[in-house]
């Protein structure tokens, strides 16, 4: 390396330092209405670098020699570790380099990279979150209620968990309706470690098919529904960073568990998630408007496999976060 480089070099490792400690704003630039941060600045400060191409910019791990994430000109998800996660606005490349909306930035890509060493967190009690119930009977079809189905799962992760040590408490145990502020109550009223509401999809398509596992919205995004922004910010938003990391290894243990198509992790503002005091996720575990997932949820292996899955992202999210 000449001296020139050497001390770029040891500049920008200063720098990265600096950020790291001060929390020091990052560059911010406008995009039509969208305000963006460069991503090298953004994971230089974890060691990484941002690689581009014409279409497609990298984050890359030099020490393991690794891409961690993927991004795409105008896609509004990237890849983590080959797990599609939402953006509320497109990934840029321009002049100014590959840039993220700076929101994203800051409570997706940040927390994802940094491997819990700014947000440890101890889990003792988790609620599980049967969704629907009752009057309330959820999606059908195949031959398969929703509300039924996912006290089922739901059932067999409590047992998965209480296997290894955790207090386990659900919401319902049997066919009765709860609202969904209940829910969060509930949570809330039991100190709640985390909270994982448990759904089966439907859409109006047979077409879509796969698991997709839902963070709240963070204020000044769009939920992944939707483009517009809202600047609320939501007593669960106190868990914005631990909420994509829980939904990240949710997503991708449950994927690595079943071979499913992967839906992603989404953003929204669901009623369950809006007032917890705790981390949470809601899990969609398939869709039962298309008839060849609907006929795997009708298999006692195929819920054990989900079952496992969501108990195994629990663990590695709890192991992570120590
Ligand atoms: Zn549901």
Same mark, same amino acid.
């Given at each position: 390396? @000449?001296?020139?480089?050497?001390k770029?070099?040891?500049?920008?490792?200063?720098?990265?330092?600096v950020?790291?400690?001060?929390?020091?704003?990052?560059?911010?630039?406008?995009?039509g209405?969208?305000?963006?941060?460069?991503?090298?600045?953004?994971?230089?400060?974890?060691?990484?670098?941002?690689?581009?191409?014409?279409t497609?910019?990298?984050?890359?791990?030099?020490a393991?020699?690794?891409?961690?994430?993927?991004?795409?000109?105008?896609?509004?998800?990237?890849?983590?570790?080959?797990?599609r996660?939402?953006?509320?606005?497109?990934?840029?490349l321009?002049?100014?380099?590959?840039?993220?909306?700076?929101?994203?930035?800051?409570?997706?890509?940040?927390?994802?990279?940094?491997?819990?060493?700014?947000?440890?967190?101890?889990?003792?009690?988790?609620?599980l979150?049967?969704?629907?119930?009752?009057?309330?009977?959820?999606?059908?079809?195949?031959?398969?209620?929703?509300?039924?189905?996912?006290?089922?799962?739901?059932?067999?992760?409590?047992?998965?968990?209480k296997?290894r040590?955790?207090?386990?408490?659900?919401?319902?145990?049997?066919d009765?309706?709860?609202?969904l502020?209940?829910?969060?109550?509930?949570?809330?009223?039991?100190?709640?470690?985390l909270?994982?509401s448990?759904?089966?999809?439907s859409?109006? @398509?047979?077409?879509?098919?796969?698991?997709?596992?839902?963070?709240?919205?963070p204020a000044?995004?769009a939920?992944?529904n939707s483009?517009?922004?809202?600047?609320?910010?939501?007593?669960?938003?106190?868990?914005?960073?631990?909420?994509?990391?829980l939904?990240?290894?949710?997503?991708r243990?449950?994927?690595?568990r079943?071979?499913?198509?992967?839906?992603?992790?989404?953003?929204?503002?669901?009623?369950v998630?809006?007032?917890?005091?705790?981390?949470?996720v809601?899990v969609?575990?398939?869709?039962?408007s298309?008839?060849?997932?609907?006929?795997?949820?009708?298999?006692p292996d195929?819920?054990?496999?989900?079952?496992?899955g969501?108990?195994?992202?629990?663990?590695?999210?709890?192991?992570?976060?120590k």
């Amino acid at each position: 390396m @000449s001296c020139a480089k050497i001390k770029k070099f040891l500049i920008s490792l200063l720098l990265a330092g600096v950020f790291v400690l001060c929390g020091a704003e990052l560059p911010r630039f406008k995009v039509g209405k969208q305000t963006y941060v460069r991503l090298k600045d953004l994971v230089a400060q974890y060691g990484y670098r941002a690689r581009r191409g014409t279409t497609r910019m990298e984050v890359y791990d030099p020490a393991a020699k690794k891409i961690l994430m993927v991004f795409r000109k105008e896609q509004r998800h990237f890849y983590f570790n080959s797990v599609r996660i939402a953006l509320s606005a497109p990934a840029v490349l321009n002049g100014n380099g590959s840039q993220v909306n700076y929101i994203d930035g800051l409570k997706t890509v940040k927390p994802l990279l940094d491997n819990g060493r700014l947000h440890k967190h101890f889990v003792r009690t988790i609620v599980l979150d049967p969704g629907h119930g009752g009057k309330d009977q959820g999606a059908a079809g195949g031959g398969l209620v929703e509300k039924r189905l996912n006290l089922q799962l739901t059932k067999r992760v409590e047992l998965l968990l209480k296997d290894r040590g955790y207090r386990v408490l659900l919401t319902r145990k049997n066919d009765r309706f709860l609202s969904l502020p209940a829910r969060a109550a509930f949570a809330n009223a039991n100190r709640a470690d985390l909270f994982i509401s448990i759904h089966t999809n439907s859409a109006a @398509s047979k077409v879509p098919h796969g698991i997709e596992v839902y963070c709240l919205s963070p204020a000044g995004t769009a939920s992944t529904n939707s483009t517009a922004v809202s600047w609320k910010s939501l007593p669960g938003n106190r868990s914005d960073a631990r909420n994509i990391r829980l939904g990240y290894f949710l997503q991708r243990s449950l994927l690595i568990r079943t071979k499913a198509n992967d839906m992603g992790v989404k953003r929204a503002r669901f009623a369950v998630l809006r007032d917890l005091r705790c981390p949470g996720v809601l899990v969609e575990m398939g869709f039962l408007s298309n008839k060849q997932e609907a006929a795997k949820l009708r298999s006692p292996d195929y819920l054990d496999k989900l079952a496992q899955g969501i108990a195994d992202g629990i663990i590695k999210y709890c192991a992570a976060m120590k």
